[in-house]
């Protein structure tokens, strides 16, 4: 995950390259049928290289295209217009390296509830609930024209409670709140995936309803409070 970050700050394309080779060749003679997967990135950081620098830079290693089936955006923005410039202009980068038929998957996407003040992605209970109808709707609706072949919501649950107020907007960025009880974009998610009801509050140490997409519990890196939005098209 996150290839435009490195130790150092100094991300290497190339490296990455040898990653990706030697790594599909392992796991193709494991499952010839596996889908390999990029790194996911963000379009830009205040740390690392932008994914637009990266790819094309990744693009130019010889052989490389045949080594992977899909390319990761994480196009954090502060709306679905933003999101839909990442994908605009993702696609046009593809396009441009000869790799227009590529499959993109979305492998986080979010927006917090609690957090620094003025963090683009902060919003309140209600604004989550509105940016995640209409982000996710924009995607469902134009998943064939952007060639997006899956959507994962960067946090299940948040880290932490209001009151303990980490600092940290990825602590808070969940469809459900710290005590399991659910928010109000839980439902609008649930709604996008086509399961029926409405979220339950999550009881620990009990199992989780599996009516509902589970995603991956995702810590974020610290890299990611130097976050760039994705902007408009």
Same mark, same amino acid.
């Given at each position: ?20 080779? +030697?790594?599909? %060749?392992?796991?193709? @003679? ?37 080594? /992977? ?21 993702? @696609? !046009? ?60 919501? /960067? ?15 990825? !602590?808070?960025? %969940?469809?459900?709140?710290?005590? %399991? ?13 086509? +399961?029926? %009801? ?5 009881? !620990? ?29």
């Amino acid at each position: 995950n996150l290839p435009i970050y490195a130790a150092g700050g100094n991300p290497n394309p190339r490296e990455y390259a040898r990653f990706v080779k +030697a790594s599909s %060749g392992v796991i193709n @003679r494991v499952d010839r049928k596996a889908t390999i997967v990029l790194g996911g990135m963000p379009e830009k950081s205040l740390r690392g290289m932008s994914s637009k620098k990266f790819l094309t830079r990744l693009y130019k290693v010889k052989g490389i295209k045949r080594k /992977f089936d899909v390319v990761a955006l994480h196009p954090f923005a502060k709306n679905a217009r933003g999101t839909k410039g990442a994908l605009i202009r993702l @696609r !046009d980068l593809l396009r441009r390296v000869g790799d227009r038929r590529q499959v993109i998957w979305i492998t986080e996407i979010g927006y917090a509830t609690h957090g620094p003040k003025g963090q683009f992605l902060v919003t309140t209970e209600k604004g989550q609930a509105r940016k995640t109808q209409s982000t996710l709707s924009f995607l469902k609706k134009n998943h064939k024209r952007y060639k997006v072949g899956t959507v994962d919501w /960067f946090r299940w649950r948040d880290e932490a409670t209001y009151a303990q107020n980490t600092g940290h907007w990825w !602590d808070y960025a %969940g469809l459900y709140r710290k005590d %399991g009880t659910p928010k109000p974009a839980c439902n609008k998610y649930r709604r996008f995936t086509g +399961a029926r %009801g409405k979220c339950k509050r999550i009881v !620990d140490n009990e199992p989780q309803s599996s009516s509902i997409l589970e995603l991956p519990d995702v810590r974020a890196p610290a890299a990611s409070t130097g976050l760039i939005p994705s902007r408009p098209d």
